[in-house]
């Protein structure tokens, strides 16, 4: 599976981006992590193939929503109210089998976007 992470950008605080990644094929889910300088990976969202679960980390809860598109291999991330802690590098990855758990560990999922740069200034 190939995915193709897009959408990042710099803006100031408050403001909003959207990330899309698109798959090369079905997956059984899909999940955002970020990556800021000097910090390890960090699980952002996951969703999955039929978009009725979803899960956040605490600190996007009511700031970023992840969905899917009508072309469901593609999945986005509408990022709002945007702060300077929110700035990294952001990837999307698909797991090989279904995740029932441990959705939030990065050694999970197997495949991996090539990453995109959100950067937010204040």
């Known amino acids: 599976v190939q995915l193709q992470a897009s959408g990042g950008g710099s803006v100031q605080a408050g403001n909003s981006l959207r990330l899309s990644c698109t798959a090369s094929r079905q997956t059984y889910s899909t999940a955002w992590f970020r990556q800021a300088p000097g910090k390890e990976r960090e699980f952002v969202a996951f969703?999955?193939?039929?978009?009725?679960?979803?899960y956040y980390n605490d600190s996007v809860k009511g700031r970023f929503t992840i969905s899917r598109g009508s072309a469901k291999e593609t999945v986005y991330l509408q990022m709002k109210s945007l702060n300077p802690e929110d700035t990294a590098v952001y990837y999307c990855?698909?797991?090989?089998?279904?995740?029932?758990?441990?959705?939030?560990?990065?050694?999970?999922?197997?495949?991996w976007g090539q990453g995109t740069q959100v950067t937010v200034s204040s």
């Open positions: 990855a698909a797991p090989i089998y279904y995740l029932a758990q441990f959705y939030a560990r990065p050694d999970v999922y197997t495949f």
């Open positions: 969703i999955n193939w039929d978009g009725d679960i979803i």
